[in-house]
């Protein structure tokens, strides 16, 4: 009688092959303020793993995802400041200060002195220290973005059905994941058919 129980519980392989090869549910609205409270309505409802394609930005769009403010800014701030102390290092060991160093090959700095002005002078790092400030924190800012949103990734389940073609034209979609702990494939259609779509389908992976 425990064995039967047990077999029962099991979810079938036809079952577990179906989410594996389902990338998961869309819903398809017709206007900004549509799509607007479908987000409003499944951060709502807890999901997590869910996401809103849209064909242009709609204002206000990330606060009823949920999304929290991205912390790139941060990296990007440290990597500027990281530029600059690198930029104030590079030119005073280089022109005002002879300290030798081991850099893979010896390295020597040369007290270089004109017309009798000072070995360290701000005014004079200036231009550097800004140029460098400016591409260690612009490179940064596009590394980190590339890699925080998992780019480059040349194919995606959505380039797949037919009816999110549209996607950069009049419509926008939800999108939510089997990957989310929430998702039940008949719940979550059910959920999304509340919203009052023009369509709800499901993506194969």
Same mark, same amino acid.
């Given at each position: 009688?425990?064995?039967?129980?047990? $077999?029962?519980?099991?979810?079938?392989?036809?079952?577990?092959?179906?989410?594996?090869?389902? +990338?998961?549910?869309?819903? %398809?609205?017709?206007?900004? /303020?549509?799509?607007? #409270?479908? $987000? %409003?309505?499944?951060?709502?409802?807890? +999901?997590?793993?869910?996401?809103?394609?849209?064909?242009?930005?709609?204002?206000?769009?990330?606060? $009823?995802?949920?999304? #929290?403010?991205?912390?790139?800014?941060?990296?990007?701030?440290?990597?500027?400041?990281?530029?600059?102390?690198?930029?104030?290092?590079?030119?005073?060991?280089?022109? /005002?200060?002879?300290?030798?160093?081991?850099?893979?090959?010896?390295?020597?700095?040369?007290?270089? %002195?004109?017309?009798?002005?000072?070995?360290? /002078?701000?005014?004079?790092?200036?231009?550097?220290?800004? %140029?460098?400030?400016?591409?260690?924190?612009?490179?940064? $800012?596009?590394?980190?973005?590339?890699?925080?949103?998992?780019?480059?990734?040349?194919?995606?389940?959505?380039?797949?059905?037919?009816?999110?073609?549209?996607?950069?034209?009049?419509?926008?979609?939800?999108?939510?994941?089997?990957?989310?702990? #929430? +998702?039940?494939?008949?719940?979550?259609?059910?959920?999304?058919? /509340?919203?009052?779509?023009?369509?709800?389908?499901?993506?194969?992976?």
């Amino acid at each position: 009688m425990t064995q039967m129980t047990m $077999a029962t519980n099991e979810p079938s392989q036809e079952t577990t092959d179906s989410t594996q090869q389902t +990338y998961g549910v869309f819903a %398809e609205f017709t206007s900004p /303020s549509k799509i607007f #409270k479908a $987000a %409003e309505a499944v951060h709502a409802a807890g +999901y997590r793993w869910w996401d809103c394609l849209v064909p242009f930005p709609v204002h206000g769009l990330d606060r $009823a995802m949920g999304i #929290k403010p991205t912390v790139l800014p941060i990296i990007v701030f440290f990597a500027g400041l990281t530029g600059t102390m690198v930029a104030l290092f590079l030119q005073i060991y280089t022109n /005002s200060i002879e300290l030798p160093l081991w850099l893979l090959v010896p390295v020597t700095g040369y007290q270089f %002195e004109v017309s009798g002005k000072p070995l360290i /002078s701000a005014p004079a790092f200036i231009p550097v220290a800004f %140029e460098m400030t400016i591409l260690f924190a612009c490179l940064t $800012a596009v590394g980190a973005m590339f890699v925080m949103n998992g780019l480059p990734r040349l194919y995606h389940p959505v380039f797949r059905h037919p009816r999110l073609m549209r996607l950069s034209d009049d419509r926008f979609f939800v999108v939510i994941e089997t990957r989310d702990p #929430k +998702y039940v494939r008949g719940e979550t259609e059910a959920f999304l058919e /509340s919203l009052d779509p023009e369509a709800v389908d499901r993506l194969e992976a």
